[in-house]
């Protein structure tokens, strides 16, 4: 494979038919991430549209100007919260996860957190997930779960898994 860069987005625009592509795979293999299929291009890039805001940090993956990879990075902007941060929408598109794209977009996330002084980390994903794995392997740990969080594609309800880590 060829080299991964990692980058922040300002601006969606040229970004949305290829962010639209990733989030409507990623939703067709089941990942929960708040949507279920069939997710179509018209409410994913609606969604899209909908991510930029002072308040998020986008970051991507790209391998030959192509984006396999996505998080975000949504700062508190609550008085007693300004030193954390929520790591929202972690994706990676099919063909290229089990490569390290998730783990240089989390490691990236966290220096970029660091330069918002922001000391705390938090995450949640869906119990059983192999985001998991990912997650305790960089040092997040888990807080606790919530049963019956979220709906899966077969109509099972799942429990969700909160993480965090000091950074």
């Not at 922040?8 to 279920?36: E, P, R, W």
């Not at 899209?48 to 805001?53: E, G, I, R, Y």
């Not at 794995?133 to 899966?152: D, F, M, T, V, W």
């Not at 077969?154 to 000091?166: P, Q």
């Amino acid at each position: 494979m060829n080299e991964i860069k990692i980058e922040q987005v300002f601006s969606i625009k040229k970004y949305k038919d290829q962010l639209s592509n990733i989030l409507i795979h990623i939703v067709q293999t089941g990942a929960s991430i708040g949507f279920l299929p069939p997710l179509n291009q018209t409410d994913a890039k609606i969604y899209w549209d909908n991510v930029m805001s002072d308040e998020v940090i986008l970051l991507i993956a790209k391998v030959n100007d192509h984006i396999v990879g996505t998080v975000q990075i949504h700062l508190c902007k609550k008085q007693n919260g300004s030193h954390r941060a929520e790591i929202a929408k972690l994706m990676t598109h099919p063909n290229y996860q089990r490569k390290g794209i998730g783990k240089l977009l989390m490691d990236e996330a966290e220096k970029v957190a660091k330069q918002y002084q922001r000391t705390l980390l938090v995450l949640d994903t869906r119990e059983g997930d192999i985001s998991n794995h990912l997650y305790l392997s960089l040092g997040y740990i888990e807080a606790g779960k919530i049963p019956n969080y979220s709906i899966s594609m077969n109509g099972n309800l799942s429990a969700t898994v909160f993480y965090y880590k000091l950074i």
